[in-house]
């Protein structure tokens, strides 16, 4: 049997990639794509409690955490869609009409 | 019939998830967008009037301890229901001058605030993480609602991004701390709960999810740019309703799941994130010229107040934060209502300040309001927002946190500068253009001028019911 | 035993800072003479630049959307589903409810035209 | 709520309800401005309706009750400090309330005929209702601190209604003079009130007055002064009257009721109120007596000389101020109180009298103007009037009233509170005190009084009386006089029941002694003192019968002689020539009373010069290197601050996140230490 810790670590280390993917990616997709590698991350790490606990409550919260993620990712592609309609780039640092 | 009796704790909830679907039926059937107004508006009542009832109803938990209904909850839904109510009202007028007036606006809206009211009741992690993302999904939609303007698309998909990637940490706080005590409801995990460095962890991430939503330095980067780019009554939705409920549901975390808990000192951790925030915000605010984003920045600058009677930490500083949100509620619908005013009459990037030089006598109903709103704002008595402040340095006097009040003191004075700009340049400055503007309509006109009667009802202390007010919020604790 | 995992939480915090400081050095440090090809990321090949030309069909990217969420809501349907004898009644209520909910949603999008590609879809109003 | 409750907060109420309405419906409507009788209507209410209460309260309230005192909420509880917006109804308040709102009400009720042309119509009657709440507050405020809000309160209305007419910067200026010479007095009187304070630990009239065994003597004396200071400013006397004379520039009817019957007497309110503080320090009454002296006489000899039909009754009504501070310092609480009731009615009538006048001057003018006749001419200058009686009777008969009963000419409301001032100075001259000094100024205000009755008489007759000058003054005027003509009822109402107040309002206070030596018993018919008596803690007056009958005849034959002398000289009309004859009779004089003792020239090069110089020099540079830098340099730095942390929001979604995993490690780092 794997120990959990094996599994946190690999929820961790994916977590981390998928944030510093959204720092330095500058595709708009990608940057959605990583946010999602991030969230699924987390649900490793939510099996792995629950099955470490002996609780479904983990479980149950995966689900609702996929289903979110599919939410987000759906709203998030449409409003790029928006976006690359207006600018022709999906590129984040050059989307800076309002700052300051 | 235990689903019923259930049902009934959740119903504000409810009655808006069902008119959100009915509406978005009627908007699939194409019916007349003054038809949806109109079932919005009433389905909104009903909930309001329902989450009054609830006001005064006994406490407790439902649905499998996942949301709590009954006292600083039940204030939670009754303020979402309250706000979106108001910002509902005023947007028809505008959403229709600008000439962005979908039907599915008001679905959105009543689906957003389902998941505001679910955020606001919630008393297990799942209910919180399901309200926060039911209404961050929604105000993602309507942050782009302004089409083939590209800051309408740019606002919201800085709006989605962020706010996914902070929901990221949201969730791994929320898996962390269910790691460590193998539990949701908040009343297991402050039972189960020591201070070990994972639950530690995982507080501190859930906290920054709970950062993000209220907009706290540094997570607040979102807010100007998303604020500025919203179609300015959903601004006022955004920065009041789905604040309101990040704000009392952070109450309930705090005062329900971890104050039991040996050796979790938040104190500290909010106290420094107050500091920031009230001094950025107002910082900035200083320097801007669009009125919009200016309140954007001052609407940061709020929530650094109100984490003033967070780190508090007692029941008076919770229910100094209830009043605030209240207070904050009904000024902050009211200048945004003005600023829409002005704004529909003429284009959308109409919220320059020097544009509002002498428009103060156009229609002088419009501008005493927006001063009213303003002066409120700037927490100057006799208006609510005086009263608001005072609760939460009070309290945090009181709980030993004199430099921390101190600082809110003097940038709340800060504060005065450019809240006073506008009233300067309303009723000090010529107009270097003539503006005709539209007559109100009676709906819009009525319901600004209510919010103006309540500010100032609320603000008076001896002879109205504020006292009542109190009274009731602090019976929560 | 969960302190076991205090290293865990510190190894994140160092990549993150660890990332962040060679961010920054490589900037610092290094020489900074963009172009543009430079500047161009590598995103597999693909320019993030897109042309008008190589759009997709919307339509593709609808039907995608779509199947994503109807997809993956049906995930609450297998626990009930494997349940369904023991859970009663009630539950099948709630999930009665819940596959309305996705339907409305499912006719909402039939109705607006979302998977009509003849014509383009539009939340029009007027 | 018991119904004294309900009726104080009536009272004080409505005013403030008809300002809030007038000011508020006026400041946002435009149709509601133009709506003058519903503004007329609702201003004149919220004053009648509040005179009927007050007459209500007064019969109910019998001499010797002892003061109600109605709280409504505690205003201020800091410390020790404890203020309640509570109101006190005893005899002295009632009489300042009755009068306030009476005179106020028909004051209202004239304004309506009065402002009715003027475009600022809703602005006028809501200053002129928050003028009466203010001057409520101040005579029935159960502490000082309220009567301190009250005075504030009264300032600036006053402040507001003599710059009315604010596009004229004369007028503003006026304004402004009068606001910073009030501001003298009140700074003394807020030093006066800490000083109280100090004493006591309260401000409630009941503590201050039940404890004053805690002052001393150095504190009686100080406190007494720093008061009186205050008054001075706001009841214009010496050092501080010249901003009233200015006042003239506002309003006519606003002259009637602020500079003449209701504010400036809040001075002697004051000291009323506070006469069992002040009988425990003489040097204090002795210095307000030789003040009021002092003010009575210069200004009635101002006034001689002037030819500014109002500009004389102000200093008229600064001469007769004088006279009361007279009687407040020798003892004379009651007279005092007494004269400013009877002045109040005979002063607002002739205000008024004076502005129907020059309500009809202005009207000549306008006319002539529209028939194309280029006339320039003063309308309040006496020297272009004459022969008004034919064509505005009413006017003339009640300014004639009034005239006589300022002039002191028995039965006439001024003969008998003049008189009994007279008789308390006469008496406090007797007394062992400073006796001499007081006799001196008892010399005084019987020199006053025959001033008083020529030059009103001299007034009366040079406007009233002979030919109509202005035809023959100003080349094209001919048949101005065809335009004369009375004003309408609104404006000649008020002056016929202020006149009928003029004339039996002396009754009240007919002094005992003149019943009791025909009937040889103790007699009561004096109805101001038994109502006075528990407030104010007069003298006694000690002389034999014989004495006070003879005083009284002197008073008259002095006061006779004047009207006889004036008839003889102005009885015709001739303001030139007989001005001329008073001129090389009295020489040297008339050249330093019209110059107005120089008072203006002397505030002129003593403190507004060098100030202005000082902050031309000094301060200007000082503000613009130091102040201004210094603010420049905080709101500069603060602002830079904003400037340099707004960029750090590039609009980059990436330099966000950045922030936002820093804000992570940030919170990170606090929770796990």
Redesign the interface.
Known sequence: MVEIDWY?ALSAIL?TI??LG?LIRRN?VV??MC?EL??N??NI??VS??S??G?I??Q??VF??LS?AA??AV??L???I??FR??LSVD?TR?????W | MD?LYDLNTFLPATIMAAAG?VA??M????AR?GNIFNFTIVALVMALAVSIRDLFGPDGTAFFDMIAYGGTAAFGAFLVTLGTLFCVVISRDYLEAIDH????VYAMILFGSTGMVGLAVSND??ML??GV?TM??CL??LA?LI?????G??????Y??????????L??G???I???T???SYAVVAGAAEA???F??G???L??GF??KISA???H??T??VY??TPTTLTAYFATASKAASFIALVLVLSRMIPEIEGVELT??LQ??AILTMI?GN??????DNVKRMLAYSSIAHAGYILVGLAAGTPEGYTGVLYYLFAYTIMNIGAFGVIAYYERNHALDFTDVHNYAGLGYKF??MG?LLSVFLFSLIGIPPFVGFLGKYYVFAAAVNAGLVTLAVIGVLASA?SV?YYLRVMVYLYFREPHKEYQLVRPGALFKYSLILLGILTLWYGIE??FPTDSLIELISTYY | M??N??PI?VLFGIAIVLAIILMSLSRLLGPYRPNKNKLNPYESGMDPVGQAKERYSIGFYLVAMEFIVFDLEVIFLYPWAVGFLDLGL?AFFAMTIFIV?LF??L??TL??GTLDFSMKPT?A?R | MDLSTALVCLIIGLPLAGFFINGVLG??SSSYRENKPLIGTIANVAVFAPFLIALYLFFNHSADASAVVVTL?TWIDVGTLTVDIAYRIDQLSLLMVLVVTGVGAFIHLYSIGYMGHDPGYWKFFAYLNLFIFAMLNLVMGNNLLLLFLGWEGVGLCSYLLIGFWYKDMAKSDAAKKAFIYNRVGDFAFLIGMFMVFQTVGSLDFDVILGNLEAFSSEYLFWIGLLFFIGATGKSAQIPLFVWLPDAMAGPTSVSALIHAATMVTSGIYLITRLSEMYVLSPEVMLIVSVIGGLTAIVAATIALTQNDIKRVLAYSTVSQLGYMFLALGAGGFTAAMFHVVTHAFFKACLFLGSGSVIHTMEHVGEKLKKEGKEVDFDPQDIRFMGGLRKSMPSTYKTFLIATIAIAGIPPLAGFFSKDEILMHAFSAGLGEYAGSLYMILWGVGIATAFLTAFYMFRLTFSTFHGKFKLPEKVKEASGAESHLHESPVSMTLPLWVLAVASVIGGFMGIPNFVVETFTGQTANINLLHPWLDTIAADYPIVMGKAVEWLLMGLAVAIAAGAVWIAWKMYGEGRVEESDAVVTAKTGVFYKVWQEKYNFDEFYEALVVRPVVRFSDRVLAVFDMKVVDGFVNAV?GT??L???L??Y??S?V?S???L??V???I???A???S
């Open positions: 946190l977590f998928g944030a959204v708009a940057v959605l946010i991030m969230l991350a987390v790490s939510l409690f629950a470490y606990h609780d409550t983990g149950i919260l609702f955490s979110v939410a987000e709203v998030g449409a409003i790029i928006a976006i207006n600018n984040i989307i800076n009409l309002l700052r | 689903y679907l978005i039926l908007a699939a059937y194409k967008i007036h979908y039907r599915e992690l799942i993480f399901l993302e961050s999904i993602y939609v782009g089409k083939g303007e590209k800051i698309a740019e606002s919201a998909l800085k989605v991004l962020l706010g996914a990637f902070s929901t990221g940490f969730l791994y929320i898996a962390l269910y790691g460590a193998g539990a949701t070990t460095p994972l530690l962890a507080t501190a991430l906290l920054v950062f993000f330095v540094p997570f980067m979102w100007p740019d500025q780019g500290q951790l420094v994130i950025v910082l900035i605010a200083l320097v801007q002088p109903v005493v800060a500068f001896p002879i | 969960l302190e995992y205090i939480i009630e909910i409305i949603g006719w909402y109705k607006i939340l109003n | 400041l946002i909420f709101g603060v602002r601050f904003g400037s942390i707004r750090v929001q609009g979604i330099s966000y996140a922030y936002l820093i804000g992570v940030l919170v990170m606090m929770m796990l």
